[in-house]
């Protein structure tokens, strides 16, 4: 497999990492990201205006991407800077819009931001748990838990069962009761209260699409935590070369050595699996790929987040210092579209089914 970016990707690395570095500082990003409405509105339309939206949508939509690739490079890159705008969501509707046929050129301007209602409360991961129903008249009822995004969203995209089926649906925010609140890792999301309310009918059917969502979600979400791991070395390793002790720098301790070896084999590791996952999005084994990437990055995100700040020691706890952020976003990536556990047993069952 080539691992190489090719130009275009290149290009948009390096402006979006290069924006990051000049704009988007540790202490703008605690600033925004823990205090209401949870993320900058205009460091939203600046990173529009980059590109960083139309290059998560295809060309027949008005993009300039949408492959896994280019989710990754762009994650990637958010996930190295701690950026807590609700990013995600503009990937997720926009797959969801694409199936349905429907324009989203005000979703890839920045100009209209969508949240994506598929998690509840009793069906936190699975599609097919899902209890929130619609009736003929596309009235919805029911909740949606943790939904990233909902405390600022315009437009909602709901998952609802009919007659056994899922369907995807419209709402319009403001006739939707949300409870909205900011995350313990920073950016902001919101519970969803459905009663009797109305909405359109995008995607009858919809239970490939939002597979296909949820696919393009994770594998977003590890090139995010494969952009903090890497990050995360970087400080320990730099940390390693400052911090003196008996006479000399830490990082002249083979123990020490040893341990930042083995962080960065899980951190290679991951990007490895991260980069099939990502180019797998939309094919037949999306989600086993997809399952296998999420699992391995719970487990090496939680190893690299632990030796990080085993290795700092107390400093790596302190709210003053970006690491104890970083680790505590990387942490919650793991529960966010699914959790080791839950993905270990979608692998099993999938390797079952075949």
Not at 6 to 26: F, N, P, Q, V, W
Not at 30 to 47: F, G, M, T
Not at 261 to 280: G, V, Y
């Amino acid at each position: 497999m080539d691992f190489k970016l090719t130009a275009e990707r290149r290009m948009l690395s390096d402006s979006l990492t290069k924006y990051l570095t000049d704009k988007y500082g540790i202490e703008h990003r605690n600033n925004v990201a823990y205090n209401p409405p949870y993320y900058d509105p205009n460091k939203w339309q600046e990173l529009a205006g980059l590109g960083v939206f139309t290059a998560l949508a295809g060309e027949s939509v008005g993009g300039i991407g949408g492959s896994g690739a280019d989710v990754a490079v762009v994650f990637e890159a958010l996930g190295q800077a701690l950026v807590c705008e609700p990013i995600l969501p503009v990937l997720m509707a926009s797959r969801l819009l694409t199936a349905a046929w429907q324009d989203q050129n005000e979703l890839l301007d920045g100009s209209l931001r969508y949240a994506v209602a598929i998690s509840e409360p009793d069906a936190p991961y699975n599609l097919k748990d899902i209890r929130v129903t619609a009736d003929k008249t596309h009235l919805l009822s029911g909740r949606k838990s943790a939904v990233y995004g909902a405390h600022c969203a315009d437009y909602i995209l709901v998952a609802a069962k009919t007659d056994d089926a899922l369907k995807l649906y419209l709402t319009v925010a403001h006739d939707v009761e949300i409870a909205p609140y900011g995350m313990i890792d920073g950016g902001g999301a919101g519970e969803i209260l459905l009663d009797d309310t109305k909405a359109e009918l995008l995607l009858e059917n919809a239970e490939a699409a939002l597979q296909d969502a949820l696919n393009a979600g994770i594998v977003a979400l590890c090139s995010e935590a494969v952009g903090i791991m890497e990050t995360a070395y970087q400080m320990t390793v730099n940390y390693l070369k400052q911090r003196r002790q008996f006479g000399r720098t830490i990082g002249s301790f083979q123990v020490l050595q040893h341990r930042t070896i083995d962080m960065l084999t899980e951190i290679e590791q991951s990007r490895s699996i991260t980069i099939k996952a990502a180019a797998e999005l939309g094919g037949t084994n999306a989600g086993r790929f997809a399952s296998m990437a999420k699992n391995m990055i719970g487990r090496s995100g939680r190893q690299i987040g632990e030796e990080a700040i085993q290795i700092h020691g107390g400093i790596a706890m302190t709210w003053e210092y970006a690491l104890s952020h970083y680790v505590k976003r990387l942490i919650m990536i793991d529960h966010q579209l699914g959790d080791t556990d839950y993905h270990l047993t979608q692998i099993m069952h999938d390797l079952t089914a075949t």
